[in-house]
């Protein structure tokens, strides 16, 4: 299903047009366009639209193709708990001033098929039950499995016991410095950020990298989230229920490091403005998810 304008072709494709309830398929969402022109895909949040559910999407990558033009390509996985059969209408995908619409597409949805137990057949199983069963022989296994299990649990509690009772005297051996909040951490890296102006100097992706980093090891000091192993989406996923009560900073950390990913990866071109409010979401992410203390008065 393609759009074209001019040098422009924009495409939104499903996988599978037939699904059954709860499965998932593949919208595939596809734009080629000449070198220097940047296109920005559909921006899709939780929903495609009411009924279908977007449970994950791929970053959007870039390919040159044979006859040096540009694709950007990106994956959604979607899903559907709904019996019926779905609309959905032309995506837009933009290019400097103008915005160009994919075709419209079609999703059914389906209850999966019911099993005829007439179907099944039954078999006559009482000559099994008058087979001789020898207990003492059963019970002999049993008890020789448990043992087994027995000798090995406790020797499994054993070596660890041991060695967390070693590993304790060690830490007790060398002094250990007070580790500083995460928040002050992250507050005295991104005024470093700040100080340094490299994204001035023309560095823009090396400056949403240090950015990115600096909430990756806030969020896994945070949140324990092991933000530095994942991609964004996992990262967003994980930190979704965390921030439940503040959809709008969870709003702000999916903006800013989508726009770091494009950066990165797909050699987006950021304005000033871009590059000051993922700096000023980055200090209100931080602060606004600080633990606050209370102050306890005396009577």
């Known amino acids: 299903m393609l759009t074209t304008i001019l040098a422009l072709v924009v495409s939104a494709a499903i996988d599978s047009t ?3 309830i709860g499965d998932q398929t593949d919208l595939h969402l596809r734009a080629t366009c ?5 296109v920005q895909l559909p921006m899709l949040d939780e929903q495609l639209i009411p009924g279908i559910e977007i449970v994950d999407r791929t970053i959007i990558d870039t390919t040159t193709l044979n006859d040096g033009r540009i694709q950007y390509n990106q994956y959604l996985t979607l899903t559907s708990f709904e019996d019926s059969l779905f609309y959905i ?33 039954i078999t006559d ?46 830490e007790e051996a060398l002094p250990t410095e007070p580790m500083r909040p995460a928040e002050e951490v992250a507050l005295e890296k991104l005024d470093a950020i700040r100080e340094q102006k490299i994204w001035q100097a023309g560095q823009v992706k090396e400056y949403h ?19 530095a192993e994942q ?46 409010t993922s700096l000023r979401s980055a200090y209100t992410f931080v602060k606004e998810t600080t633990p606050i203390e209370e102050v306890k008065s005396e009577n």
């Open 18 to 20: 037939t699904l059954f």
């Open 34 to 38: 000449e070198v220097g022109e940047q």
């Open 89 to 121: 209408a032309p995506l837009p995908f933009i290019t400097g001033n103008d915005t160009i619409w994919s075709e419209s597409l079609m999703l059914n949805v389906v209850q999966p098929f019911e099993i005829d137990s007439t179907d099944i057949a």
């Open 125 to 170: 199983i009482k000559g099994i039950y008058r087979a001789p069963i020898w207990w003492w022989g059963i019970l002999r296994w049993v008890l020789l499995a448990l043992a087994i299990v027995g000798v090995g649990f406790g020797g499994y509690y054993l070596i660890n016991y041991l060695q967390s009772r070693m590993g304790k005297k060690e």
């Open 209 to 227: 990298t240090q950015l990115t980093d600096v909430l990756r090891e806030y969020i896994d000091r945070r949140f324990e989230v092991n933000s």
């Open 231 to 276: 991609t964004s989406d996992e990262t967003l996923r994980a930190m979704r229920p965390l921030l439940s009560e503040k959809k709008d900073i969870f709003e702000q950390l999916r903006k800013m490091l989508t726009l770091a990913d494009l950066v990165k990866f797909a050699k987006w071109t950021t304005t000033p403005d871009e590059n000051e």
